[in-house]
């Protein structure tokens, strides 16, 4: 990790991604790589706009500023903001019910802040996640060529289960279940349901 830099902390994930000092950081919807990606902070929720908001350098002033391009608004510090704001160190950035920190690494230490060190994920060539993923995709094709009935059952709980916890964020809230983890399971079920239905229909 740099010694300095700029960084975007998601405070229910502890993930961290580094910020772009020389052109535009997007803030938007989507799911995020494990691995992390520079400049990019990308959260899994239908209220987040497909890019929701930029973060730049204003190399001019060397100013930090964050542009909101939504539909739901941004709020810095539990106040609304209306086109633009200038982020410091330490502000809180809420953009559905994600809240993200923007940190600044130098001004950290002459604050001797208390805030949690970034991390950012470093690139792994084998991901024990898509491993998994490749053990229940095998698993879902043998249940669905033996009990495609049971398969089907089971991976519309499944569905409606996870699609619940997406929606509801207070429920979500008390599972503790990451939304990652929440779309892995909401793509085995479409996929558990494809599967069985196929075999039953091939049957």
């Known amino acids: 990790m740099e010694i ?3 960084y975007l902390v998601n405070q229910s994930s502890g993930s961290t991604v580094p910020l772009h000092q020389d052109q535009e950081n997007i803030i938007g919807r989507g799911i995020p790589s ?10 899994p929720h239908p209220s987040i706009s497909k ?11 060397h100013e930090w500023m964050i542009l909101d391009k939504s539909r739901h608004g941004i709020y810095i510090n539990s106040k609304k903001i209306t086109k633009e704001a ?5 502000d809180k950035i809420k953009v559905g019910p994600f ?6 690494k130098f001004k950290a230490d002459d604050e001797t802040s208390e805030q949690p060190l970034p991390v950012y994920y470093e690139r792994k060539q084998d991901s024990p996640v898509f491993l998994y993923m ?11 060529l033996v009990i495609p009935n049971l398969l089907l059952v089971g991976m519309l709980s499944l569905f ?21 983890t929440l779309f892995l ?15 039953l229909l091939w049957k």
């Open 160 to 180: 409606i289960f996870t699609l619940l916890l997406l929606i509801k964020s207070p429920w979500r809230e008390k599972t503790r279940i990451s939304y990652r």
């Open 99 to 104: 809240e993200l920190m923007f940190y600044e």
């Open 4 to 6: 300095f830099g700029v």
């Open 51 to 61: 890019i929701h908001a930029q973060i730049v350098l204003r190399p001019e002033t």
């Open 34 to 43: 494990p691995q992390g990606e520079k400049g990019r902070v990308l959260l």
């Open 86 to 90: 200038r982020l410091f160190h330490g």
């Open 134 to 144: 490749i053990s229940a995709l095998l698993l879902e094709l043998v249940l669905a």
């Open 185 to 199: 399971l909401f793509f085995l079920s479409i996929t558990g349901m494809t599967m069985s239905l196929y075999f």
